[in-house]
């Protein structure tokens, strides 16, 4: 059977601002900040969840183009993706894995780290670039790599030994790059007549000490057709192009730069993601990738490499070292004859620190070569670079700083030759003026560590370089970044922007509680009011009452906002099985019916091993810790009757070994199938989280700060809450006595042992925190408070009257977590009686603090909840999921009242005033409830504290998110300067 496979490069180069790390904003990507994040929008983010549209011009389905394409992602796009963009990248890892499963191979390939013209490095550096490269692509993808794609398709025969020597096994080329073929086994070399003939075929190339490589030559017309054609005006047509050929080779590889799906081409990414449609359902040909092909079709010839060549340059490889006339716009004037004094001034550069860096690195490593390729596993992982130094100094050694800092010029010395600066008419674009970056910074490191001064010779080198344009820009690049930048004071400044607030439970759709099923037209419709946030409650297993805020696993997602749709289409349930829609959700329904269906759902997957999704599930189940321990727990509770944990066996409360081993054996099918069930979440959500960045939305998520006493965190975890020797509280939490209550509120959490957390530096904090990160993409943390000071209340108290105010951990636990994970995306939630120490660690931390608009209707023009008094890092709403809608709290306003504040005629109009309000607002960030957007009363309130009977009940009405109401909420966030960033 004929098979196809479109093989995408998607690379950016690093424009980074070399001695701080972060990217700087660029003028020439707007309306975005930088050109990642214009590339993400408009490429890499909407591949992940390419929209299928009907005949209407609504989504009918998605399509996660990655899963079905050969496709390789530059290391530092992916560590960029791996910091800015966590939805993109847990859609990479899921087409990976979704890959293997369909085709027996992973689609993913890797690249060398830097993208530099490989047999241009020299071995050493061509070694760490392939090395870095590997790195970055176990850390992401988490194997290692089959198959390296080479910058440029550039090679010869050294750059294919450095590949074999990594342990690759195969690469793609054009077919031009092979000088000859011979079968294997024969003796004499034929030139190939025509290129196209060696398409659909796989050539191995015999190496050094009887090993070998191979290469895969991609067909060259569809490939250009695809990237300067125009053949992604049209999925239908790009399909017909690749299925012809593929009958006229039987193997058909095409090769493209990955932005041509989106970027280069606007909505490439839907006629890809049609093309697809069209081909996968086809029987009469296979979509395949290139590591797969191979397993089936191993090599009969024989390749000829001569010499160095490229894709891009007829040249060979001189587009990167000389005037070779590559690049040259038709009827221009200039000339590329700064190539070689580019490359000239660096090399000479990196052959001058050469002997002063040797000296260092023999006193700092015990093995500087090995570790130099090593660093790798650790760049950019501060919280695990001590840890790898140790396993790498010198006897003699032992300075971590000095280490990381030597280790860090090897990498601006490196990043000076990324390919780039090289490729186009102009020496003073921003592609060369970035390698210039690294090379002073490499010079002003080279001061610091050793006083030895390159910033003359440097600067000599770039002034011989004979640019077209101002030759002033050049030496001006190397001046500013010799030195490091002053450091910054202030945190980034928030991006103006709107969302709004509707809990998942909350959604429209079938069933007795709102579920992902009616996630992807809620999105579209956000997307269309201009919004940029879906801010959602947390997504745990709820409690009886239906509270999100006292789940019995921190870590999990519930399986009851799972859709039911998806699994009818996999084939686990039947039609049958749907279940009508409610007008409030019917969390006893959910519990019993919807729940009863998702555990059959469950059981059907675990006991089919046959199923698609089975190998997925099984990946899942093995590699998520959280998961195997939240089904241990959940079924050991079943065993147990219900019974709370310290009233298990002590063997089993106390989690010996044996006894857990034991419990996993007895209690099999309930924790497979309590696994399988959290993976139907952590996929339908992974899919809705995809779509969402692919529409240019984020998930602004909740973390409550303390966990119920009776849940798998607190059981696994018993010596870091302050618990006695049987699993009791020795102290609960509250919050004391004030207006609203006159003995407080007894919560019951138990309360963290903050010394012993401190002891492992808050791992399980950055655990907690990692892992919420991977189902949001900020976090607002309720009861910042207890961060600063928290009330403690004896077990034993019938209210929260006998509390006493305890000292929090402050900005540590926050310090781990920024070591760990390399940021803060949070939003704390300071509201109540909040003290003079909670705004100082929230300032200190550089936090979004919340504003109410409900609270600010008083005669104190302090009143941090008024508009004027509103700092630009803030969050503000007009309520909140614990009050009152406007519409409710404006009713509940005596008469007098209400025209004395002069807000509106009505509920709706105040509802619509207050929203407006919020949009002008100084805040950066603008969140409105959907309640408030519809201007419903208090029959709309989600929640009343300190109550457990009504609450959690509230579900969009049907036929209200309108395209008209969508125009007139863009229309305002357009006016208030919030609308979105978009793409086109």
């Known amino acids: 059977m004929p098979e196809i496979c479109i093989h995408g490069h998607f690379y950016q180069p690093s424009r980074a601002n070399p001695w701080t790390g972060e990217w700087e904003s660029q003028p020439s990507a707007a309306p975005f900040r930088d050109w990642n ?228 081409h606007r909505f490439g990414e839907m006629a890809l993601a049609y093309a697809i449609e069209l081909l996968s359902g086809r029987t009469d040909v296979a979509l395949t990738n290139v590591a797969s092909w191979l397993s089936r079709n191993p090599p009969t010839s024989e390749a000829l490499v001569e010499g160095a060549s490229s894709w891009s340059c007829p040249h060979g490889v001189e587009r990167w070292r000389s005037d070779c006339g590559c690049g040259r716009e038709q009827g221009s004037s200039s000339h590329q004859r700064w190539r070689g004094p580019l490359r000239a001034a660096l090399d000479g550069l990196r052959d001058a620190a050469g002997p002063v860096l040797d000296t260092v690195g023999k006193a700092l490593f015990r093995d500087p070569a090995l570790a130099r390729d090593a660093y790798g596993q650790v760049m950019g992982r501060p919280d695990l670079f001590g840890a790898w130094y140790e396993a790498h100094r010198s006897a003699s050694g032992g300075d971590r700083e000095r280490a990381r800092r030597y280790l860090e010029i090897q990498r601006h010395l490196l990043a000076m030759y990324t390919s780039c600066a090289w490729f186009f008419q102009e020496v003073t674009r921003i592609e060369a003026l970035q390698n210039l970056r690294h090379a002073a910074c490499a010079v002003g490191n080279i001061r610091i560590l050793t006083g030895l001064d390159l910033s003359r010779l440097l600067t000599e080198s770039v002034a011989k370089i004979p640019a077209n344009g101002d030759p002033g820009v050049l030496r001006e690049t190397v001046a500013r970044f010799v030195h490091p930048p002053p450091p910054r004071s202030e945190p980034q400044p928030m991006s103006r922007l709107a969302g709004v607030l509707l809990p998942v439970s909350a959604l429209q759709g079938s069933g007795p509680i709102g579920d992902l099923d009616a996630a992807i037209p809620w999105l579209d419709w956000l997307a269309s009011a201009g919004m940029a946030l879906w801010q959602v409650l947390p997504l745990v297993p709820a409690d009886f009452t239906g509270s999100p805020y006292s789940s019995w696993s921190a870590l999990s997602g519930d399986p009851l906002l799972c859709g039911l749709e998806p699994l009818v289409r996999a084939g686990l349930l039947e039609p049958s099985h749907r279940l009508p829609a409610t007008e409030r959700v019917d969390h006893r329904a959910a519990r019993t019916l919807k729940m009863d269906r998702i555990l059959l759902a469950a059981e059907k997957l675990v006991g089919n091993t046959r199923h698609p999704w089975f190998p997925e599930f099984r990946a899942f189940a093995e590699r998520e810790d959280w998961a195997r321990e939240a089904a241990l727990f959940h079924a050991l509770k079943i065993g147990f009757g219900g019974a709370p944990w310290w009233e298990w066996p002590d063997s089993a409360r106390r989690r010996e070994s044996g006894a857990l081993e034991a419990a996993r054996e007895a209690h099999a099918r309930q924790v497979d199938r309590w696994l399988a069930a959290l993976f139907f979440f952590e996929r339908q959500w992974a899919g809705v989280r995809h779509y969402a960045a692919a529409r240019g939305l984020r998930i602004l998520g909740d973390v409550p700060i303390y966990v119920a006493r009776d849940s798998v965190d607190v059981w696994c975890s018993q010596h870091l809450f302050q618990l006695d ?80 105010w305890k000292p929090g951990p402050g900005a540590a636990v926050f310090r781990a977590l920024r070591k760990a994970l390399g940021g803060l995306p949070f939003i704390a939630e300071d509201l109540g009686s909040v003290d003079r120490g909670t705004v100082e660690l929230r300032d200190e931390l550089g936090l979004p603090g919340m504003k109410v608009l409900i609270f600010s209707f008083d005669q104190d023009p302090l009143n941090p909840h008024k508009p004027a008094n509103h700092p630009h890092r803030a969050v503000v709403c007009p309520t909140t999921h614990d009050t009152e809608t406007v519409r409710g709290w404006w009713e509940g306003l005596d008469p007098e009242h209400q025209r004395w504040l002069h807000l509106g005629r009505d509920g709706a109009e105040v509802a619509e005033t207050l929203c407006n309000r919020v949009l002008s607002s100084p805040a950066a960030w603008a ?58």
Not at 748 to 765: H, K, S
Not at 971 to 981: A, D, G, N
């Open 725 to 804: 020797s049987h699993g009791r509280a020795r102290a609960v939490a509250g919050v004391p006595p004030d207006a609203l209550s006159e003995t407080g509120q007894l919560w019951g959490n138990p309360l963290f042992d903050w010394d012993a957390m401190a002891a492992d530096d808050y791992r399980w904090w950055v655990a907690r925190m990692r892992r919420c990160l991977e189902l949001c993409d900020y976090l607002r943390i309720d009861h910042f408070i207890g961060f600063s000071r928290y009330w403690s209340v004896p077990a034993e108290a019938g209210d929260a009257t006998a509390g006493t």
């Open 37 to 264: 994040r214009r590339i993400t929008a408009e490429c890499y983010a909407p591949n992940a969840a390419a929209r299928l549209l009907d005949a209407s011009g609504a989504t009918r389905a998605i399509c996660n183009n990655y899963s079905f394409i050969s496709f390789d992602m530059g290391p530092t796009l992916l560590e960029w993706i791996v910091k800015n963009e966590p939805a993109l990248l847990s859609a990479l890892r899921a087409a990976d894995r979704q890959s293997i499963s369909r085709f027996g191979r992973g689609s993913a390939l890797a690249q060398p780290y830097h993208h530099p013209i490989l047999p241009l490095c020299s071995p050493a550096d061509r070694r760490t670039e392939i090395a870095w490269g590997l790195a970055v692509f176990r850390r992401v993808f988490r194997r290692d790599a089959e198959g390296m794609w080479m910058p440029e398709t550039a090679m010869d025969m050294a750059t294919l030994e450095a590949l074999a020597d990594a342990g690759l096994s195969f690469t793609i080329v054009t077919p031009r790059q092979i000088a000859g073929t011979r079968a294997l086994g024969a003796t004499a070399w034929e030139p190939p007549e025509d290129p196209n003939s060696m398409v659909g075929r796989a050539y191995r190339v015999a190496l050094s000490g009887g090993r070998s490589i191979v290469l895969v030559p991609y067909e060259m017309g569809v490939s250009h057709a695809i990237a300067f054609q125009g053949l992604l005006d049209s999925g239908d047509e790009l399909a017909r192009r690749l299925l012809r050929k593929s009958r006229q080779h039987g193997f058909q590889l095409v090769a493209t730069d990955g932005e041509s799906y989106g970027h280069h």
């Open 927 to 984: 969140i409105l409830p959907l309640q408030d957007i519809l201007g419903l009363g208090n029959e709309a309130r989600m929640n009343v504290p300190g109550t457990t009977e009504g609450n959690w009940c509230w579900r969009c009405p049907a036929g209200v998110l309108t395209p008209r109401l969508a125009s007139a909420l863009k229309q305002r966030i357009r006016e208030t300067r919030r609308l979105r960033p978009r793409a086109f």
